[in-house]
T-cell receptor
Framework: GENVEQHPSTLSVQEGDSAVIKCTYS??????FPWYKQELGKRPQLIID?????GEKKDQRIAVTLNKTAKHFSLHITETQPEDSAVYFC????????????FGAGTILRVKS | KAGVTQTPRYLIKTRGQQVTLSCSPI?????VSWYQQTPGQGLQFLFE???????NKGNFPGRFSGRQFSNSRSEMNVSTLELGDSALYLC???????????FGQGTRLTVV
């Protein structure tokens, strides 16, 4: 079945620096790749997503890139702020399996001020 | 509009008991998925219901089951609870396939 690997497991950056989190997926039928942010004690919330027919998507300080050939996608956060500190999860979904999301293991991002 | 609502928020059960968790999706969403979140295993897919039918199932034992009602509300049931079932159970609703999944606050289940 689908497997999603996520790196790094923890990431510490200085406020204002950039953060990059990388994921690889195994199922070539995957066509939807969301990123979720989960703050301590709260629900996961979508921050950005990308579909397989797009190579890059930006939303203010957040961007996601997708390389279908290599089966990997990355989250880029620029000008990090302390409120960016959270756990970030990547996920992959395939049209074959409805809304089933296969998640990466998560990345704990700490932004030091 | 109201978000995804899960009840109860917290539960403490004894090994061997059974438990039922409830999820009310966003109005108009027909897809409800359930996930188990633990520190060791991360977010693991349990099952998805769409228009009252189970459409997908994850790799969990048969003790985990669910159903969906005609109003799209969903319940999941865990029978013969084990200590390892202690986790945060999250449900998510979606309007269409491959679109944003909106998560509820989760039900924190502790098995003692």
């Amino acid at each position: 079945g689908e497997n999603v690997e996520q790196h790094p497991s923890t990431l510490s950056v200085q406020e204002g620096d950039s953060a990059v989190i990388k994921c690889t997926y195994s199922d070539s039928a995957s066509n939807y790749f969301p990123w979720y942010k989960q703050e301590l004690g709260k629900r996961p919330q979508l921050i950005i997503d990308i579909r397989s027919n797009v190579g890059e998507k930006k939303d203010q300080r957040i961007a996601v890139t997708l390389n279908k050939t290599a089966k990997h996608f990355s989250l880029h956060i620029t000008e990090t702020q302390p409120e960016d500190s959270a756990v970030y999860f990547c996920a992959a979904a395939s049209m074959e399996y409805g809304n089933k999301l296969v998640f990466g293991a998560g990345t704990i991002l700490r932004v030091k001020s | 509009k109201a978000g995804v609502t899960q009840t109860p928020r917290y539960l403490i059960k004894t090994r061997g008991q059974q438990v039922t968790l409830s999820c009310s999706p966003i109005s108009g969403h027909r897809s409800v998925s359930w996930y188990q979140q633990t520190p060791g295993q991360g977010l693991q897919f349990l099952f998805e219901y769409f228009s009252e039918t189970q459409r997908n199932k994850g790799n969990f034992p048969g003790r985990f089951s669910g159903r969906q009602f005609s109003n799209s509300r969903s319940e999941m049931n865990v029978s013969t609870l084990e200590l390892g079932d202690s986790a945060l159970y999250l449900c998510a609703s979606s309007f269409r396939d491959s679109t944003e999944a909106f998560f509820g606050q989760g039900t924190r289940l502790t098995v003692v």
